[in-house]
Nanobody
Framework: QVQVVESGGDLVQPGGSLRLSCTAS????????MAWFRQAPGKERELVAS?????????FYADSARGRFTISNDYAKSTLYLQMSNLQPEDAAVYYC??????????WGQGTQVTVSS
């Protein structure tokens, strides 16, 4: 069983920045997709950004994240990052990371809370 732990969530003012981290207990070469999702109260969980590592590396950003958020990973540390800038109240949510193996197994973290408020 892979353990996934997110961190970095905090209260930030509008226009501020945060970097979320997500560490897996398994080496990153076991995963072919790494992703960040978020879920705001009363809303469905939505994909924010992802990295696919098969047949090269490709990234995806939701329209709401493109240009403000950057997803990256560190294989040596088995850590996935989400750098977020110019945060707005609508970005407030619990942020989750998910790792997917080549066999389709998914591993989720427990989430980290991001609050954007003045």
């Amino acid at each position: 069983q892979v353990q996934v732990v997110e961190s970095g969530g905090d209260l930030v003012q509008p226009g501020g920045s945060l970097r979320l981290s997500c560490t897996a207990s398994s080496p990153f070469f076991n995963f072919n997709t790494m992703a960040w999702f978020r879920q705001a109260p009363g809303k469905e969980r939505e994909l924010v950004a992802s990295i696919r590592t098969r047949s090269g590396t490709s990234t995806f950003y939701a329209d709401s994240a493109r240009g403000r958020f950057t997803i990256s990973n560190d294989y040596a540390k088995s850590t996935l990052y989400l750098q977020m800038s110019n945060l707005q109240p609508e970005d407030a949510a619990v942020y989750y990371c998910k790792f997917t193996t080549s066999t389709g197994s998914n591993y989720w973290g427990q989430g980290t809370q991001v609050t954007v408020s003045s």
